[in-house]
């Protein structure tokens, strides 16, 4: 079955621990994703990455870390995480087009909460 | 820079009540525009898309058309079910711009 997953799905932490939360997809996509969902501030960009070795900041970088030595893989780092990153993280993955860019949909994981007391 | 900007929710209707949501955005390029929609619980799943202008996109009784004249991406569907309670999230990819920005989520909720 085609699918994007991500783990945990639920994560209590404190202020300053680091983690990690991965990122796989099974479609060989290039494109791969990191959000996060706030109420009242939609669907934020963090990272990004357009193939293996290649990323990028989205809109809201500050206090993440990605990377991408696998395809398949993007997992998405907190060194020291803080409360104000308490929310809701989406892992997407999306196949680019060879004709220069135009996107076709992208492909959603089932989300992590994470906590951060 | 890019932009997309949707009507604020929440939106409550009844069922079998006639939809439309607003979506608007600005681009510096020739943007693709989608409509994702996210049960509750659930990631998102991409609705509907439209790739260049006059382009409509349509699924599940719901559409929306790029006008390009007007910046707009509007979703419609003519009876809503109690089913399709849910937030959608327009969105906007540009090939100018490898970012993919979407709008701040409608929550819609029909009542039976």
């Known amino acids: ?117 | 820079g890019n932009s997309v900007t949707q009507m604020e929710g929440p939106v409550t209707l009844s069922e079998e009540a006639f939809l439309t949501i607003n979506c608007t955005y600005t681009a510096t390029g020739y943007p693709s525009l989608f409509w994702y929609v996210q049960y509750p619980g659930e990631g998102l799943q991409l609705l509907l898309k439209a790739t260049k202008a006059d382009d409509k996109g349509s699924n599940k009784g719901f559409e929306a058309t790029y006008r390009k004249e007007t910046t707009s991406f509007h979703l419609e569907k003519g009876s809503v079910q109690v089913s399709d309670s849910a937030v959608y999230f327009c969105a906007l990819s540009d090939r100018k711009d490898d970012k993919i920005i979407f709008g701040k989520g409608t929550r819609l909720h029909i009542l039976p």
């Open chain 1, 1 to 117: 079955e085609a699918q994007v997953t991500q783990n945990p799905r639920y994560l209590i932490t404190v202020t300053g621990k680091k983690l990690t939360v991965t990122c796989s997809q099974n479609m060989n996509h290039e494109y791969m994703s990191w959000y996060r969902q706030d109420p009242g501030l939609g669907l934020r960009q963090i990272y990004y990455s357009m193939n293996v070795e290649v990323t990028d900041k989205g809109d809201v970088p500050e206090g993440y870390k990605v990377s991408r030595k696998e395809k398949r893989n993007f997992p998405l780092i907190l060194e020291s995480p803080s409360p104000n990153q308490t929310s809701l993280y989406f892992c997407a993955s999306s196949p680019l087009l060879r004709t220069g860019g135009v996107y076709n949909e992208q492909f959603f994981g089932p989300g992590t909460r994470l906590t951060v007391l």
